[in-house]
């Protein structure tokens, strides 16, 4: 009954917000309140345990990913000692489940890596007929099943790669203008987050930074 079709959705936002959370905690400060403090911890709990139940791969690898990353740029201590202990925990006390779901991802046959493989063969194939426009903006639905390989037995879907439905849609043209205004913004938050005074709210922004990055790897 909620605003998303489908767990992959949710944990696409969820992988922002993680990351958002992430930041502050490693902005910690003397002037920050601990009643502060304490509540975007709460909050960190929250969204990082609502992506666990998502059991999304995708948006884990990219948080944990991007977390990394995070821990690299800002060398808080603190931050590095949870991502170690986090590391511990997956390794030991991690449940079947999520186990299971990870292992899936180095399945050569059959499984979801099948699908992806074949999923992207189609994409392929539409960027081919229209490289440089694409075949129009939501029309991807509509020419998915036109492209499929002979003899499949996947059911219509969309690309699993927003990249690639993107160029299916709008060609490489699109894409690239997509891309290049990802470049743009990345580099004006990093002249942004320089200026800032504010212990708390550059962190925020660092954290908001990882987590567009998570998200982005999460629609790859």
């Avoid at 539409?126 to 037995?153: C, D």
């Amino acid at each position: 009954t909620g605003p998303f079709r489908h767990a992959n959705d949710f944990s696409a936002y969820l992988s922002l917000i993680s990351l958002l959370f992430l930041g502050a905690l490693a902005g910690f400060a003397r002037e920050i309140t601990l009643k502060k403090y304490a509540m975007i911890f709460i909050g960190f709990f929250i969204v990082v345990f609502c992506l666990w139940q998502t059991y999304s791969r995708g948006a884990w690898v990219a948080v944990v990913l991007m977390s990394f990353c995070l821990a690299v740029v800002v060398r808080n201590r603190w931050l590095n000692g949870l991502l170690i202990i986090f590391l511990v925990w997956t390794v030991f006390f991690t449940p079947p489940l999520i186990k299971l779901r990870m292992a899936s991802l180095f399945e050569k046959k059959g499984g979801s890596v099948a699908e992806r493989v074949e999923l992207s063969n189609e994409s392929f194939r539409m960027i081919r007929q229209s490289p440089w426009v694409g075949l129009g903006v939501n029309t991807y639905s509509k020419n998915e099943p036109l492209h499929k390989q002979p003899g499949s037995k996947l059911d219509n879907q969309y690309a699993h790669n927003g990249y690639l439905q993107m160029a299916s849609e709008i060609g490489l043209l699109g894409l690239g203008s997509f891309l290049l205004f990802l470049m743009y913004f990345f580099i004006q938050m990093a002249k942004s987050i320089r200026r800032c005074r504010d212990r708390l709210l550059k962190f925020s922004l660092i954290g908001l930074v990882f987590g567009i990055g998570a998200f982005l790897i999460h629609t790859s």
